[in-house]
């Protein structure tokens, strides 16, 4: 084998693993870890912080809507994708630094907790996970399938028992869910995932807040 062929090999080599290189960031970069960081994101994040990071472009002050009607001023990343698309709500409304929370909801994204949990996940997925039974809200309303509680299984320890550090919403298919099901599981009444009629809607996460400390 000449040596061009051997030099073109490796250069070949160098790009394809450089590639992989950034591949591989690109995916940790879409990694949540409870208490610690979304994506390149920590306690310590301004927004002018989230500019160097996500692009100027990518970056838009706005009113973020926390449900019943109520808002507060803070910042969306990526918003006019729909899939990437997230916001915060800052501990410093004046200065913008030290997010207080970080939200994100819809069909799909790429953002997920490092356990694997993410839009999409379902119920009887998280019950896995969890080990047992926990505790939810009803659905058809703002708070619509809001986690009340774990019931000390073994996603407490990473999400808080009560939610304290990851807050997940999870709603049922509306169009294909049997009526009867549906509404035996409506209101802000708290239900055992469980539940007969809770098991067979099998309701998805659609609607996931990460806090910091």
Request: hydrophobic residues 35%; aromatic residues 10%.
């Amino acid at each position: 084998m000449s040596f061009k062929i051997i030099n073109k090999l490796c250069v070949c080599l160098g790009i394809c693993l450089v590639v992989g290189i950034i591949n591989i960031a690109a995916q940790k970069s879409y990694t949540i870890v409870p208490g610690v960081k979304f994506g390149e994101i920590t306690s310590r994040t301004s927004e002018a912080d989230l500019k160097k990071i996500y692009g100027s472009k990518n970056v838009k002050r706005d009113e973020i809507g926390l449900g019943e009607g109520e808002t507060m001023p803070g910042t969306v990343v990526f918003p006019n994708d729909e899939k990437k698309r997230f916001s915060i709500v800052w501990k410093n409304e004046k200065t913008r630094n030290s997010p207080d929370f970080i939200q994100f909801f819809g069909e799909k994204s790429p953002w997920k907790i490092n356990n694997g949990v993410g839009i999409g996940t379902t119920l009887k997925e998280l019950e896995k996970l969890n080990g047992k039974p926990f505790e939810l809200a009803g659905f058809q309303w703002d708070y619509s399938g809001t986690v009340y509680s774990w019931k000390s299984g073994k996603l407490a320890k990473l999400f808080g028992n009560d939610g304290n550090k990851v807050s997940l919403m999870l709603n049922p298919d509306y169009e294909k869910a049997p009526a009867k099901d549906l509404d035996a599981m409506v209101g802000d009444g708290g239900f055992s995932s469980s539940h007969k009629s809770m098991q067979r809607l099998n309701p998805r996460v659609s609607y996931i807040i990460i806090k910091f400390p």
